[in-house]
């Protein structure tokens, strides 16, 4: 199971730093991956990240702003986001899989596995 927290309400230009854990598996052999999905839209791909060689890929919309993170000891993923905007107003999720390729990474159907969802919101 993978638990998404982190996430609530700041001012455009703040931070948050999204939390994705998992239990009952380790992500040694993972990539894990960031989506979100705001009213009326589609799921987009955030980021990613490979366990195994920390390699790390970002959607064109976050470079630069937001860095995907692991922490071996706690089996955790973090998605630090700075310098928000209203438009990164979304429902984020974390995602987990094993047998992903380096193209499919931005591909929410190439995950398994799926977090809850948290609420960020960013307000102008």
């Known amino acids: 199971q993978l638990q998404a927290s982190g996430g609530g309400l700041v001012q455009a230009g703040g931070s948050l730093r999204l939390s994705c854990a998992a239990s009952?598996?380790?992500?040694?052999?993972?990539?894990v991956g960031w989506f979100r999905q705001s009213p009326r839209k589609e799921r987009e791909f955030v980021s990613s990240?490979?366990?195994?060689?920390?390699?790390?890929n970002y959607a064109d919309s976050v470079k630069g702003r937001f860095t995907i993170a692991r922490d071996n000891a706690k089996n955790t993923v973090y998605l630090q986001m700075n310098k928000l905007k209203p438009e990164d107003t979304a429902v984020y999720y974390c995602?987990?899989?094993?047998?992903?390729?380096?193209?499919?990474?931005?591909?929410?159907?190439?995950?398994?596995?799926w977090g809850q969802g948290t609420q960020v919101t960013v307000s102008s």
């Open positions: 990240i490979k366990w195994s060689d920390q390699s790390a």
């Open positions: 995602a987990a899989d094993r047998t992903i390729i380096t193209s499919a990474r931005t591909m929410d159907d190439a995950y398994a596995y």
């Open positions: 009952g598996r380790t992500f040694s052999t993972y990539t």
